[in-house]
């Protein structure tokens, strides 16, 4: 059994940083079947533009219950995933179902984190390796 508590161990307001320290605690313990995902909240259109052009293998999606409610149809295609070579440049379609969230899952360490962290500075998200 375990406990799911997490205390800070480094404070900063600097992604870069963050990222340079996480690396170093991951050294102690990466495998050679590692993966690591990434996922970001987004809530401006240029936010959207700028995260579908640095995560082109990204995946957008709406998280918002009520979304479904108001537009069961769907016609963005958000109420599902929907990858970034789909999501259309120009904003009219989905720009009402803002924020949305981009995700990339299952990559090899070191193969997106700072693509990643450049495009999602100043937003909530995360990076998980496993």
Known sequence: MSIDVAYPIFRTHDPASALRVARQLLAVGIQQCSQVSVDVELRTIEDVLHARKALPDAWFRREDLEDWARDPNDPAGLHHEIQASQLSA???????????????????????????????AGHVAEILWD
């Open 90 to 120: 120009e904003p009219a379609p989905w720009s009402a179902h803002l924020p949305l969230w981009a995700s990339v899952v299952d990559q090899p360490v070191g193969s997106i984190e700072d693509r990643f962290t450049a495009a999602a």
